[in-house]
C-alpha cells in the first residue's frame, strides 16, 4: 500500500494567476484547488460541509479547511494551505496539498508501516494528517450515536431484539425496544471509551459486540475506530 498516496500535491497558483482570480481571502484561494482536485480524481463527490482550521507561528503559517462529501462521508478530505516567510521559496510563498482518507479497511493495511510513512513527514503534514483522522472520528462518532440513518442502537440492528420483539405483546413492544436500546448504547460507549484508551481491550469488546448486533458490516466500521485512535496517539508524539 502506497501511504504517500494520501498527501497530494496541488500546483500553487503564479502571481498573475492570483491576481486575475482576485481571491478576496484564503477560504477562496483553498477552495478553488480543492475544487480542481474533487473535480479531477473524485468526480462523483459533492462538498456538503466545511470547517476551518488555521495554526501560525513567526516562522509558517498554515490554513486549513476540512471538506466533509457525499458518498463516503466516513472520509473526510483536508486541503492545507502552508506559506513559508523565507527564502527558499521565491516563486510560490506557498505550498498547498489534499489529504485524502487512509483506507485502512484494506487487508494490506499495516499499522507500523503507516508509522514508518509518518516518520518520514514535516510537521506541517503531520498537523494536516491529524486533522483528517479527528474528523474522520468526529463523524464516525456522530454516525454511530446520533444519525438516525446509521445508529447502531435501534432494534434492527441488534440480533436478539429483532428475533424476540414478535414473541412480545404489542403493549410492550415499546418497552422492549428501549431496553435493548438502552444496552446497545451502553456497549457503544463502553467500547468508544476503550478504543480511545485501551485498544487491547477494545479488541476484545469486539467479539462481545458481533455476538450483540445483527450486521458484520457495522461491526467491521467499529474495528476501524480502534485504528484511528491509534494513528491519533502517533501523529500527536511526533508533533
Not at 500500500?1 to 484564503?26: A, G, R, V
Not at 415499546?174 to 487491547?200: C, D, T, V
Amino acid at each position: 500500500m502506497n501511504y504517500n498516496k494520501q498527501i497530494i500535491e496541488l500546483t500553487p497558483l503564479s502571481l498573475e494567476s492570483l491576481i486575475k482570480n482576485n481571491f478576496q481571502n484564503l477560504n477562496q484561494l483553498i477552495d478553488y484547488h480543492f475544487q480542481i482536485y474533487l473535480d479531477k480524481y473524485k468526480s462523483n463527490h459533492k462538498i456538503y460541509q466545511i470547517f476551518d482550521q488555521n495554526q501560525s507561528n513567526s516562522r509558517e503559517y498554515i490554513y486549513r479547511r476540512i471538506y466533509y462529501t457525499h458518498p463516503d462521508e466516513n472520509h473526510p478530505l483536508v486541503c492545507q494551505y502552508h506559506s513559508y516567510n523565507n527564502k527558499n521559496h521565491k516563486n510560490h510563498n506557498y505550498q498547498i496539498y489534499v489529504i485524502d482518507t487512509i483506507e485502512i479497511d484494506r487487508e494490506d493495511f499495516k499499522l507500523y508501516k503507516y508509522n514508518q510513512f509518518l516518520d518520514n513527514l514535516d510537521k506541517h503534514y503531520l498537523y494536516g494528517l491529524l486533522a483528517n483522522i479527528e474528523a474522520s472520528l468526529h463523524i464516525r462518532k456522530f454516525k454511530i450515536f446520533d444519525d438516525p440513518r446509521y445508529r447502531l442502537d435501534i432494534c434492527s440492528k441488534i440480533k436478539n431484539c429483532q428475533y424476540r420483539l414478535r414473541l412480545v405483546s404489542p403493549l410492550f413492544r415499546e418497552h422492549f425496544k428501549l431496553s435493548y436500546q438502552i444496552k446497545a448504547q451502553q456497549h457503544l460507549r463502553e467500547y468508544w471509551n476503550l478504543a480511545e484508551n485501551n485498544p487491547r481491550q477494545a479488541e476484545s469488546k469486539i467479539k462481545e459486540l458481533e455476538s450483540f448486533f445483527r450486521y458484520k458490516n457495522d461491526t467491521n466500521h467499529l474495528k476501524i475506530i480502534i485504528i484511528l485512535f491509534e494513528i491519533q496517539k502517533n501523529i500527536k508524539n511526533k508533533i
